[in-house]
């Protein structure tokens, strides 16, 4: 059981430039989540699915787009990366609707650097 | 504006003292509250949780309490050096029911 992985590890992306940060669970969790994570600030939700072809915002999804490409898989996509997209990008998923008592199993993270 | 507020970024302790990490939420609605903990290099991982008609939830060494306004803490007793990490407090409530992330509170255990 490998839980929830994410690729790549660490990227170095150019402003403008475009790219996807992807993410596989094996666990048959229904509800998968993609948060980032700023220097003094907790994780913040960028966007979150609830179940396979269903996504949503959360608090800050300017700049991202998401897939929910089968019930495994979560993709996140900059379209123009932007140096305030720098940060470490954490994806989860947890076994049904998201509630507080459904917990959150995640991933180890992409660093991800907009120059 | 910040809903949940962890006031101590660092904390350090010697090994076998009691740790206290503390968590201050704005959002009435937020009514189940769970702590997080991190590792360097990896996700956070899920430690423990309250619901807010609750004063108390242990597990281990491990004590949540729920007894003021707006406030809880974490209790670790004993501290171990392997509890060394990220703390975050994670209410949840409201709208959409998701959770909050506070800003984190990075605990050393010292031997």
């Known amino acids: 059981n490998a839980g929830v992985t994410q690729t790549p590890k660490f990227q170095v992306l150019k402003t403008g430039q475009s790219m996807t940060l992807q993410c596989a669970q094996d666990?048959?969790?229904?509800?998968m989540y993609w948060y980032r994570q700023d220097p003094g600030m907790g994780l913040r939700l960028i966007y979150y699915s609830a179940s396979e072809g269903t996504t949503d915002k959360g608090e800050v999804p300017n700049g991202y787009n998401v897939s929910r490409l089968n019930k495994r898989e979560f993709s996140l996509r900059l379209e123009s990366a932007a140096p305030s997209q720098t940060s470490v990008y954490f994806c989860?998923?947890?076994?049904?609707?998201?509630?507080?008592?459904?917990?959150?199993?995640f991933g180890p993270g992409t660093r991800l650097t907009v120059l | 504006d910040q809903q949940v507020k962890q006031n101590s970024p660092s904390l350090s302790v010697q090994e076998g003292r009691i740790s206290i990490l503390n968590c201050d939420y704005t959002n009435s609605m937020f009514d189940y509250f769970l702590w997080y903990k991190k590792y360097p290099a990896e996700g956070p991982t899920f430690l423990i949780s309250i619901s807010s008609i609750k004063d108390k939830n242990e597990d281990g060494r491990f004590t949540v309490l729920n007894k003021s306004a707006k406030h809880l803490s974490l209790h670790i007793v004993p501290s171990q050096p392997g509890d060394s990490a990220v703390y975050f407090c994670a209410p949840a409530g409201g709208y959409g029911n998701k959770l909050v992330f506070g800003a984190g509170t990075i605990l050393r255990v010292k031997s």
């Open positions: 989860a998923s947890s076994e049904s609707s998201g509630g507080p008592t459904d917990t959150q199993y």
């Open positions: 666990m048959n969790h229904n509800s």
